[in-house]
C-alpha cells in the first residue's frame, strides 16, 4: 500500500479487516468499514468490494459516529 486517498479501489488498500453492521441485510445494500495501517478509517459499498473508498481521519469517522447515536441525521430516514 502506498498512497491512500479518497476514491482510490478499495482492493488496493491491501489485507485489512473490512466488516460491516450486524443489522445489515442480506441483500448486500452495506457499508463495510476498515481501520487501516496508518489509523484512518476506510468505508466502502459491500455491493461493490472493488469499488471506491472513502478515506477519513478517525476523529472525522468519530464525530460521524456520534452525530448518528444523537440523532442528527433522523430527518434523512423515510419510513
Known sequence: MSVIYNGMSSSHLGRVGWRKSRHSNPSGNCVEVAVL??????LRNSRHPSGPALIL??????????S??????DDLLQT
Open 68 to 73: 448518528v447515536k444523537e440523532g442528527e441525521f
Open 57 to 66: 481521519p478517525v476523529q472525522d469517522m468519530a464525530a460521524f459516529v456520534r
Open 37 to 42: 495501517p496508518d489509523g484512518r478509517v476506510a
